[in-house]
């Protein structure tokens, strides 16, 4: 483990889980990499040098004609933007942008940002009063504007809030991807659905593009303490665009890098080069909190008693003015060629239990898409396989949620009758969370 602090400077360390020991031709090399944020919101709200202090949010709430469906929807929506404006740190800039097959400022206006403070937020609560529903969905057209918005602001964290209650109709799938493209790396964006009327892969897709989080609200009841929520663990943000580096000898080939933990999301395709041999995958916002990633990696043959560096993974913070990025801290990832079958055979338990847990995530999906089509035998496998990974690594929220979809009739083993009923707010729940992981005993 490494670990490189000095004042002023975010306190991160990395520790490397992996069992370096491979057999003789052995080639495939996996390492668990823990990385943890600390100390008071790792500045202690000391900004780093060279970066602006500070926060930008802009809310963009869903406005189409559908949150009139019932109208206690809209007023919902309202009271959560409401409850989300009022957990605003003092200083923080804001914007709130009403959402339908276009996208308006609500407050402050005329392109601006307001700065949170308690006349702002009363300004804010009273724009948002006369807030109402009519017209279509565009999504894409609502994070361009918020882009704009923040765009504008010499801040460090720049974050966004998205609410929909529906499918995106109003604007075509590459409008929506292009949107997404452009939003990437710029600023970060959790993503909510409200009701059920809303497609679960577009949502995610927003929150996945975008480095936030994704849930349903299936009851428009809960929004207010979902958004203050979302909210708090904005503010809690203190340092943005952390990467992570890969760096690889000659000869070593990449299979992936996933964000395993506390959700999987595969960050492979992310890739940007950073130099020779090296790329770096984005993290996206930091507070005080700790994820875990896995890294594979495909390492030329050697011959018994041979090691190597099959990689270095560090982490870095971009120097906002073009200046040489911050290495923050760093591990490795060794190969071992050994004759030792024990060794070389055990597999490292954080390795395995994230394994057990990506391949839960994929059952899932892949469980419910066959359920959709009417592949009910290939549900039932699928879902009773996941049922069966969940058990064994307890992850116990999941299984729960399966628990709502299949009739279990063994975990252990997988035996599950799909339900003649389901719920769609069951259904879409499991999809929505269906990521979610449980952190390795260590």
Same mark, same amino acid.
């Given at each position: 483990?490494?670990?490189?602090?000095?004042?002023?400077?975010?306190?991160?360390?990395?520790?490397?889980?992996?069992?370096?020991?491979?057999?003789?031709?052995?080639?495939?090399?996996?390492?668990?990499?823990?990385?943890?944020?600390?100390?008071?919101?790792?500045?202690?709200?000391?900004?780093?040098?060279?970066?602006?202090?500070?926060?930008?949010?802009?809310?963009?709430?869903?406005?189409?004609?559908?949150?009139?469906?019932?109208?206690?929807?809209?007023?919902?929506?309202?009271?959560?933007?409401?409850?989300?404006?009022?957990?605003?740190?003092?200083?923080?800039?804001?914007?709130?942008?009403?959402?339908?097959?276009?996208?308006?400022?609500?407050?402050?206006?005329?392109?601006?940002?307001?700065?949170?403070?308690?006349?702002?937020?009363?300004?804010?609560?009273?724009?948002?009063?006369?807030?109402?529903? =009519?017209?279509?969905?565009?999504?894409?057209?609502?994070?361009?504007?918020?882009?704009?918005?923040?765009?504008?602001?010499?801040?460090?964290?720049?974050? =966004?809030?998205?609410?929909?209650?529906?499918?995106?109709?109003?604007?075509?799938?590459?409008?929506?991807?292009?949107?997404?493209?452009?939003?990437?790396?710029?600023?970060?964006?959790?993503?909510?659905?409200?009701?059920?009327?809303?497609?679960?892969?577009?949502?995610?897709?927003?929150?996945?593009?975008?480095?936030?989080?994704?849930?349903?609200?299936?009851?428009?009841?809960?929004?207010?303490?979902?958004?203050?929520?979302?909210? $708090?663990?904005?503010?809690?943000?203190?340092?943005?665009?952390?990467?992570?580096?890969?760096?690889?000898?000659? =000869?070593?080939?990449?299979?992936?890098?996933?964000?395993?933990?506390?959700?999987?999301?595969?960050?492979?395709?992310?890739?940007? $080069?950073?130099?020779?041999?090296?790329?770096?995958?984005?993290?996206?916002?930091?507070?005080?909190?700790?994820?875990?990633?896995?890294?594979?990696?495909?390492?030329?043959?050697?011959?018994?008693?041979?090691?190597?560096?099959?990689?270095?993974?560090?982490?870095?913070?971009?120097?906002?003015?073009?200046?040489?990025?911050?290495?923050?801290?760093?591990?490795?990832?060794?190969?071992?060629?050994?004759?030792?079958?024990?060794?070389?055979?055990?597999?490292?338990?954080?390795?395995?239990?994230?394994?057990?847990?990506?391949?839960?995530?994929?059952?899932?999906?892949?469980?419910?898409?066959?359920?959709?089509?009417?592949?009910?035998?290939?549900?039932?496998?699928?879902?009773?396989?996941?049922?069966?990974?969940?058990?064994?690594?307890?992850? $116990?929220?999941?299984?729960?949620?399966?628990?709502?979809?299949?009739?279990?009739?063994?975990?252990?083993?997988?035996?599950?009758?799909?339900?003649?009923?389901?719920? $769609?707010?069951?259904?879409?729940?499991?999809?929505?969370?269906?990521?979610?992981?449980?952190?390795?005993?260590?």
């Amino acid at each position: 483990m490494a670990n490189f602090s000095k004042s002023n400077v975010p306190q991160f360390s990395v520790e490397v889980y992996q069992n370096e020991f491979l057999p003789e031709g052995g080639r495939e090399v996996n390492g668990i990499i823990t990385v943890t944020s600390t100390g008071g919101g790792t500045t202690g709200g000391v900004p780093l040098p060279g970066r602006a202090a500070g926060a930008a949010v802009v809310i963009m709430v869903d406005c189409s004609g559908s949150m009139d469906y019932p109208p206690t929807k809209m007023r919902n929506a309202r009271d959560a933007t409401a409850a989300a404006v009022d957990t605003l740190r003092d200083g923080t800039s804001f914007a709130v942008v009403a959402g339908t097959h276009v996208a308006k400022e609500v407050y402050p206006g005329n392109g601006r940002l307001a700065v949170a403070d308690p006349r702002t937020r009363a300004e804010a609560r009273e724009a948002l009063r006369r807030l109402s529903a =009519g017209g279509g969905t565009a999504i894409g057209t609502w994070l361009r504007l918020a882009d704009r918005l923040l765009g504008a602001a010499d801040v460090d964290i720049r974050h =966004g809030i998205l609410l929909t209650d529906g499918r995106n109709e109003h604007e075509s799938p590459e409008d929506l991807r292009a949107a997404l493209d452009a939003c990437a790396g710029r600023f970060t964006c959790d993503a909510r659905g409200v009701g059920t009327d809303w497609e679960v892969k577009e949502v995610t897709g927003i929150a996945s593009a975008l480095l936030g989080t994704a849930d349903i609200v299936a009851d428009p009841a809960g929004l207010a303490a979902d958004f203050t929520r979302m909210m $708090e663990n904005a503010m809690g943000k203190e340092v943005a665009d952390v990467a992570l580096r890969l760096w690889t000898p000659v =000869g070593v080939e990449i299979q992936f890098v996933k964000q395993v933990a506390p959700t999987v999301a595969d960050l492979t395709a992310r890739r940007t $080069e950073a130099g020779p041999r090296a790329g770096d995958y984005p993290t996206g916002s930091w507070g005080d909190e700790s994820r875990d990633y896995h890294v594979c990696v495909r390492v030329p043959e050697a011959g018994i008693g041979q090691e190597m560096l099959a990689a270095r993974v560090s982490l870095i913070l971009p120097d906002p003015s073009g200046g040489a990025p911050q290495t923050l801290s760093q591990g490795l990832v060794r190969a071992v060629w050994t004759d030792d079958m024990v060794a070389s055979t055990s597999i490292n338990p954080q390795v395995a239990h994230y394994t057990g847990q990506a391949e839960l995530a994929q059952v899932i999906q892949q469980g419910l898409d066959a359920r959709k089509s009417g592949d009910f035998d290939g549900a039932t496998a699928k879902l009773g396989r996941a049922v069966q990974l969940a058990s064994a690594s307890g992850n $116990e929220d999941t299984a729960k949620l399966l628990s709502k979809v299949v009739d279990v009739v063994d975990a252990a083993t997988g035996t599950v009758r799909l339900k003649a009923k389901v719920a $769609e707010a069951d259904e879409m729940t499991l999809e929505t969370r269906s990521t979610k992981t449980v952190r390795v005993k260590k």
